[in-house]
Structures are given as structure tokens and as C-alpha cells.
């Protein structure tokens, strides 16, 4: 699905769109706040490393997971609720390391994020180790989220962003 939205835009993608950058802003800002956790500064130095650097930018969903995946009888798969961002395409893979949140016990495995994370970058040519960066940035960001709305508890986020900080460590 992923391959499939990226190739849909060739050449480098409108301006018009956002820039991950912008994306990552509340993980920022969120640095600035005298208790940040002090995972959120590794995870905004992550996130501001990569975006310095990027490979491949595209138009991304910038929100595709298993619950933005639909399947159509007249039009075939589809990916709903896109975000309109521009960036690199190992951004858009790591909601598939995330998800789905309705089974934290199996999503929150290293052996199970370890092997997502080797299939995803082999399957679409992305390095395993930065695909594993982009995902612990954007956990940490979706901690940001999470602590933002009080809808959702940070600590999910805050647990996963922790394991694979882990996992770049070893």
C-alpha cells in the first residue's frame, strides 16, 4: 500500500503540502519545557537529525495504520484519513511498527518490533536502522500528542518510544 501511495506522485512533492519539520514541531517545542521527560530531547535530537539528512521525500500519508486501511469492492484497497505531508518515505512506515494499539502486549515485543522492522526495510528499501529512528521520533511525538489532549494516556507512547530507544542502543 505504502509503495503504491509513494510511486502515485512522481518527482518531488508539491510545496503546498507540510514539511515534516512542521510535523515534529510540538516534539520541539516540547523540549523547551523545563520537565520534559528527557527521552522527548533524544527523540526531538532523532527527528531533527533525520530531517536534516532526508532521503526520498514524498508525498506521505503521514497517518496510515490498520484502521486507515479500507478495503473497497469497486475500488480496491484504500488509505483514508491522509495528512498531506511531504518528507521522506521511512516516516510513513513506521506507523506499521506503532499499531495497532488495541494490542499493546504484541506491539510492544522487541522481537516482534525487531522483525516488523527488518521486513518493512527489506521489502521497501529502507534502512532498518533509520526506519527504527523515524519510529522512536515519532513515538516521542505522539507522546507530545498524547500529554497535548489528555485524550490518551502518554504512557503507551512514552513505553514504545523507550524499547526501540533501547533497540538503537544495542
Not at 4 to 18: D, F, N
Not at 30 to 48: E, F, M, N, S
Not at 107 to 122: F, G, Y
Not at 124 to 134: H, K, P, Y
Request: hydrophobic share 45%; with cysteine.
Amino acid at each position: 500500500m505504502l509503495a503504491t501511495l509513494h510511486a502515485a506522485h512522481p518527482g518531488p512533492p508539491p510545496k503546498v503540502l507540510t514539511p515534516l519539520e512542521v510535523r515534529f514541531a510540538e516534539l520541539f517545542d516540547a523540549t523547551k519545557q523545563p520537565h520534559a521527560d528527557p527521552i522527548l530531547q533524544r527523540g526531538a535530537k532523532t527527528a531533527q537529525t533525520l530531517l536534516n539528512h532526508p532521503l526520498n521525500e514524498v508525498v506521505l500519508h503521514g497517518d496510515l495504520h490498520h484502521e486507515n486501511i479500507l478495503q473497497s469492492s469497486s475500488r480496491g484497497w484504500l488509505a483514508i484519513d491522509a495528512k498531506g505531508l511531504r518528507g521522506e518515505t521511512t516516516y510513513d512506515r513506521a506507523m506499521a511498527v506503532l499499531n495497532p494499539q488495541s494490542h499493546d502486549a504484541l506491539v510492544m515485543a522487541p522481537d516482534r518490533i525487531a522483525a516488523i522492522t527488518e521486513t518493512l526495510a527489506h521489502a521497501l528499501n529502507v534502512g532498518a536502522r533509520r526506519l527504527l529512528q523515524f519510529t522512536f521520533a515519532h513515538a516521542c511525538l505522539c507522546a507530545c500528542w498524547s500529554m497535548e489532549t489528555s485524550t490518551f494516556s502518554s504512557d503507551r507512547a512514552l513505553s514504545m518510544a523507550r524499547i526501540i530507544e533501547r533497540m538503537l542502543a544495542a
